[in-house]
């Protein structure tokens, strides 16, 4: 394993001398510039080739391919992202590095929509259609993001349309789910305007090959529906030294939860219902000072009702933030961040009631532009400290550094830090087997990578390594046999993600563009939990070895053909590694066209999920779909 480490650095170093010594340096380089990418991985005044990490996200566009109906869905698509579902309507979980899912942070803007409860957010609640960008952050950690963040960042982010827009779209899948969205955007003045709303309606029963029987059956998923209604508004004021954005967005999603084909629940039901509102002002105090001030509230009603097993479980969990932030830059070459905030959470449920959680932080950041000989070198320092009501004080801290080695071509960067995570109110409080002396998770992290242009083509290479320590585990007591949380966990992961693209104009008219990127994990227990633990030196469970995501576009004026390719490898179903998921490689395409009209132009797309119908399982017992076929009409309105 180390020699395969050292094989691939000794590459990515090779390729850094080779390629700058081909070309001198300009006096003047800073900035690498890479084929488009949607992404806002600092929050200084940087361009992201000058942010300590790899660059990932999706845009509008790439949110929505081959009718990915989910936030969830659509990540499927980017390089080390490990995304679990339960079936088409059910909940979706992603993880990155070898990361639980509880250990990564999802926000809206400010606001975030991990669940108090469980620490995890749930992607299927997230139509894909309310969102034009994702930016996915795997590096900076909690000294910049705050403590959930310790396996990384996704933003879900709307982007201001230049110009009045009205667009209306309806989609038809052959599960007979239907799917019905508006969007008006409308800048006025110095107003902006943005208000859009989502209805599905998804019977989802679909059939599948149960290999649990023997022979093997064909079957049909019941109890797997979803209704999903979604509305996000937002009022934006912009003048000279002043903006403002006020942003609501309102969720109700009902849906069944039918269980695992050998543990079948027929009439489980869960109900979602959250309210989510955030306002951020910023003021331009002098010419090279701003302060921004947010508040945000967040509410999340979530039910789960089984009838015949007589469970009737009623939550309600509340949060409300205030965050402040003043942003200099002292020198041409110098910018400083500081940042304090506070939280106020509580979780009122029909199994236990919580002692309400304060959290209060504060940090510093930096970036520094400087040069290494001739090469220019920008250094990314963060240190924070946290707060919690239920803890002592946490300090995190890290430092990231970007050399360009040559101009628009090719750059290295390094990220280090320590990161945290707290424990969750369900592990801390549930009734009789909650653990009140959970300390938080720590993570001391490692990630190295070089991002290299030439002319159409782009490589990104990246190393990472991952030691995480006093992780909270829910194992069987052995005195009688429940289960109950303890800080018991020690995993080291490392790995390494390769990510090529070529984009190329063969005529005025015609261009393609080409994605291929591989991922290697290997991530493990370290250390026995209890005598003769079978788990140690394991690959996690659900945690693939081995990643292949494959991808292209043809693009004819109007027309429009996807295609994409991705492997997940075999996978550990239970923590000794004896029962194992089968690999499986799943095949989507889109098919589309715009006709412009003098009123606004009407697209027509054809999406085709698991184009080979493959019988294939993300949880073991939960079976996916096989064909999917959707229809996408949508009518884009001119100003």
């Given amino acids: 394993m180390i020699t395969m480490y050292a094989l691939i650095a000794s590459l990515v170093m090779w390729l850094t001398l080779t390629l700058s010594a081909q070309t001198p340096v300009s006096e003047n380089a ?90 995890l957010a749930d992607l299927s609640l997230y139509p894909s259609l309310m969102i034009d960008k994702v930016d996915v952050n795997a590096q900076q950690g909690s000294a910049e993001y705050g403590a959930h963040a310790i396996g990384g960042i996704i933003t879900l982010e709307h982007e201001r349309a230049p110009q009045a827009r009205q667009s ?16 008006i955007q409308q800048p006025i003045g110095r107003w902006y305007i943005d208000a859009g709303a989502v209805y599905q309606d998804a019977p989802n029963a679909f059939s599948y090959l149960d290999i649990t029987q023997n022979p093997a059956e064909h079957k049909r998923r019941t109890n797997a529906d979803k209704s999903l209604a979604s509305a996000v508004g937002i009022i934006a004021y912009t003048s000279r030294s002043y903006t403002s954005e006020n942003r609501i967005w309102l969720t109700d999603v009902r849906s069944g939860i039918p269980g695992s084909i050998v543990s079948l629940t027929p009439e489980a039901r869960q109900n979602d219902r959250m309210v989510r509102f955030t306002t951020r002002h910023t003021w331009l105090l002098a010419k090279h000072v701003t302060m921004t001030t947010s508040a945000f509230y967040a509410r999340h009603q979530l039910d789960f009702l ?26 041409p070459d110098l910018q400083i961040r500081t940042a304090m905030g506070g939280s106020h959470s509580a979780v009122d449920a029909s199994t236990y009631s919580a002692a309400a959680r304060q959290h209060y932080y504060a940090q510093l950041n930096a970036v520094l532009f400087t040069r290494l000989g001739s090469y220019p070198l920008i250094i990314h320092p963060s240190i924070r400290s946290d707060y919690y009501t239920d803890f002592d004080a946490a ?56 991002d290299i242009v030439l002319n159409d083509h782009r490589l990104s290479i990246e190393l990472f390594a991952n030691r995480t320590e006093n992780g909270i585990q829910w194992l069987p007591s052995r005195s009688d046999g429940q289960f109950r949380p303890d800080n018991i966990r020690e995993v080291t992961s490392i790995g390494s993600t390769v990510d090529y693209a070529v984009q190329h104009n063969i005529t005025r008219l015609i261009s393609f563009q080409i994605n291929a990127s591989y991922t290697y994990l290997n991530a493990r227990y370290t250390r026995a939990r209890f005598p003769g633990d079978a788990a140690v030196e394991q690959q996690l469970v659900y945690q693939p070895e081995n990643r292949i995501q494959l991808g292209t576009e043809w693009v004819r004026k109007h027309s429009r053909i996807d295609l994409s390719w991705r492997y997940t490898g075999a996978r550990s179903a239970v923590e000794d590694g ?62």
């Fill in 168 to 183: 209306l779209q309806y989609q038809r899948s052959n599960l007979d789910a239907s799917t019905y969205q508006a969007r």
């Fill in 395 to 450: 300090l995190t801290a890290s430092l990231g550094l970007v050399m360009v080695l040559e101009p628009d071509k090719h750059r290295l960067f390094v990220n280090i830090n320590r990161n945290y995570a707290p424990p969750t109110f369900n592990d801390l409080y549930w009734p009789e087997l909650g653990n009140p002396d959970l300390i938080p998770e720590t993570s001391h992290r490692l990630n190295l990578g070089s």
């Fill in 306 to 331: 089984d009838p015949r097993a007589g469970i009737e479980s009623l939550s309600l969990s509340e949060s409300t933030g205030l965050r402040s932030d003043v942003r200099m830059a002292l020198t």
């Fill in 578 to 639: 004896s029962i194992v998921l089968e690999p499986f490689a799943i095949t989507d395409i889109t098919l589309s066209h715009a006709f412009q009209q003098q009123s606004g132009d009407i697209s027509v797309a054809l999406s085709v999920q698991n184009l080979f119908g493959r019988n294939y399982q993300e949880i073991r017992f939960y079976p996916m779909p096989g064909r999917i076929a959707v229809v996408t009409l949508q009518f884009n309105r001119k100003p």
């Fill in 30 to 119: 800073d900035t690498l510039k890479l084929p488009a990418v949607l992404v806002e991985a600092s929050r200084f005044d940087v361009t992201p080739s000058q942010t300590p990490v790899r660059l990932s996200g999706l845009d509008a566009r790439q949110l929505n391919l081959h009718a990915a109906q989910t936030v969830g869905s659509a990540l499927q698509n980017l390089p080390a992202m490990n995304v679990r579902s339960y079936g088409p309507a059910l909940a979706q979980t992603v993880s990155m590095y070898g990361f639980s899912g509880s250990q990564l942070s999802v926000l809206w803007g400010d606001v975030p929509l991990n669940h108090a409860m469980l620490g």
